[in-house]
């Protein structure tokens, strides 16, 4: 099975700059990756997915990337806002379904 | 309706109380899944339904748990017995198609238990 990575500490950024979030993964590359964002008490909204034959997926201010040979995917939030402050998770297809990261909690401040 | 509906959205078991959760799917998707979410931890995966046939249930903890969709269209997992490891949030997710939709999946907001 897949171990997925996702930095458990917050990371906090100033409004108006670029947040970037890092998702990690140990073994095989899968077709699909997805990301996420959760806000307390709710559950995970899809933002965006990739597959593995795309180096990067844009959708207005998010982009996604997919590195099959560093087994890495990065998301980025251009020009971010308070209300980008939120839990990301990355999710990785293996068959049937996906498998989730921990997280990274964004906080943007004014 | 227009989303995923769970409920009840809490429940309060007590230990070796058996409950029942349930989950309405976005109408036409084929697909539903079942998570359990722990506190500051990511969904772990518990079981996936094409329309009725339980395809996987790899994830499922024990056989205390159990999942059932009988027309393909709203799910509902037991827990027996409960224990107090099984307190988290049960998330219910439905997807028009198998993994690979453009669309991702669709979260309903859970069910929240604590077992005491």
């Known amino acids: 099975s897949q171990k997925i990575e996702q930095n458990s500490e917050a990371l906090n950024i100033q409004e108006g700059k670029t947040a970037t979030l890092t998702c990690n993964y140990t073994n095989y590359s899968p077709a699909y990756l997805q990301w996420y964002r959760q806000d307390p008490g709710r559950g995970p909204v899809f933002l965006l997915l990739i597959r593995e034959n795309e180096k990067e997926k844009r959708k207005e201010r998010l982009k996604v990337t997919f590195d099959t040979t560093l087994k890495q995917s990065l998301f980025h939030i251009t020009a971010s806002q308070p209300a980008d402050s939120a839990t990301y998770l990355c999710?990785?297809?293996?068959?049937?379904?996906?498998?989730f990261g921990s997280g990274t909690k964004l906080n943007v401040k004014p | 309706g227009a989303g995923v509906s769970q409920s009840p959205r809490y429940k309060v078991a007590k230990r070796g109380q058996d409950v029942a959760l349930r989950c309405d799917p976005i109408s036409g998707h084929v697909s539903l899944f079942w998570y359990q979410q722990a506190l500051g931890q990511g969904p772990e995966f518990l079981t996936y339904f094409q329309n009725e046939a339980q395809l996987d249930k790899s994830g499922l903890p024990s056989d205390r748990f159990f999942a059932e969709r009988p027309e393909g269209s709203v799910s509902t997992l037991k827990i027996q017995r409960t224990q107090q490891e099984d307190s988290a949030v049960y998330l219910c997710a439905s997807s028009l198609s198998r993994g690979g939709s453009n669309y991702g999946y669709t979260f309903g907001s859970g069910t929240r238990l604590t077992v005491v």
């Open positions: 999710a990785l297809d293996d068959f049937n379904k996906f498998y």
